[in-house]
């Protein structure tokens, strides 16, 4: 063999380690919009999906509900599903227990985790996550006191630790701010608090932490610019000089949105993380590698206002048969090892 094809035998090599050495880790969020079962829950607000509600929810329409979310979920990468993936509006474990176990989505062979939260209409957080690239070390719930100020009660913020394939740990907390029902002035508040519990929760981890690798994602019902988002949660678009444990919002500034509301796209769902992720570490990403998932399929026609609009599961009371009435939401991680 000659100098040079071993020359070249060695290179290729070396290119094949380095490709082995690196791999791709996805966390996706997705708000999907009641995601409802058709049964009573007496202790909850969710007569407005039964059979005999003036929508008709019925288990056809929850399956065909449960297939849409994971037709979504599988379309979002081209190779791998997600890693993590974080939803909102979801109702309980039955709910969850049909996606992952009894949809499209079971050969994917994901874990979850889900709240019980006091939301007076009983929507919850769920967290899929791979056990094979996201080892589960710890969960918690912390709860957001909303009706001590005079709000209503409203969803818990999930927090789960768990070791990816390079022994660092990933910190990961999903939310569903409360709503801006009467009113974003009025229920400003109440995510403001939201957000400040949030922030201590976080700055609490990434003060223990020798290494803190934090996603924070979820519905904050409120705009980049918002005050919860950037002076609570102090979360803004990366710049030039980047801090470790300061927080950064990869979804500000961004065209299009997660949300349509009266004509006007905008981004209610944030993608979060702190500086030590936007490093040179072992897990990494950056500005880029976050993106808004516009499928052609997740959108329709908006005859009132012109444009595209996401497709929903019903429009008013008329079933339509959609997705939801957000968009998702994707980053991607490069892990080295």
């Known amino acids: 063999m000659s100098f040079i094809r071993i020359l070249m035998c060695w290179v290729a090599w070396f290119i094949s380690l380095g490709l082995a050495a690196q791999q791709s880790f996805l966390v996706m969020e997705y708000n999907v919009e009641n995601l409802f079962d058709c049964r009573h829950d007496s202790l909850k607000n969710d007569l407005e999906f039964m059979p005999d509600s003036p929508r008709g929810w019925n288990y056809g329409k929850f399956r065909k509900k449960v297939e849409n979310i994971a037709r979504v979920i599988l379309s979002a990468s081209r190779e791998n599903v997600p890693d993590i993936i974080g939803l909102c509006e979801v109702e309980n474990e039955f709910c969850a227990e049909t996606l992952v176990r009894y949809s499209q ?118 705009y980049p610019y918002n005050k919860s988002i950037s002076e609570v949660l102090n979360a803004s678009r990366p710049g030039n000089t980047i801090e470790k444990n300061m927080l950064y919002n990869l979804m500000d500034g961004r065209e299009g949105g997660t949300y349509r509301y009266r004509g006007q796209w905008g981004i209610l769902d944030q993608m979060i993380v702190n500086g030590n992720l936007l490093g040179e570490g072992r897990i990494r990403t950056g500005y880029s590698k976050a993106c808004i998932i516009d499928f052609p399929f997740l959108l329709e026609e908006d005859d009132k206002y012109g444009g595209t609009t996401p497709y929903r599961m019903y429009n008013g009371m008329r079933y339509k048969g959609g997705y939801s009435d957000h968009l998702p939401v994707l980053l991607e991680m490069e892990i080295h090892h």
């Not at 690239?133 to 709860?143: E, V």
């Not at 569903?176 to 403001?192: A, D, M, Q, Y």
């Open 105 to 222: 989505l079971k050969e994917a062979g994901y874990e979850y985790i889900i709240t019980d939260s006091p939301d007076e209409r009983g929507i919850d957080v769920l967290l899929l996550y791979q056990p094979y690239t996201f080892r589960l070390l710890d969960k918690r719930f912390i709860h957001v006191p909303t009706a001590s100020i005079g709000g209503r009660p409203t969803r818990d913020i999930l927090h789960a630790s768990g070791r990816i394939v390079t022994g660092d740990t990933l910190d990961v907390f999903l939310v569903h701010f409360p709503s801006r029902s009467g009113g974003w002035r009025k229920s400003e508040k109440f995510r403001l608090m939201a957000a400040g519990i949030l922030k201590s929760a976080a700055d609490s981890v990434m003060s223990v932490r020798v290494n803190p690798n934090v996603i924070i994602m979820g519905d904050f019902n409120d």
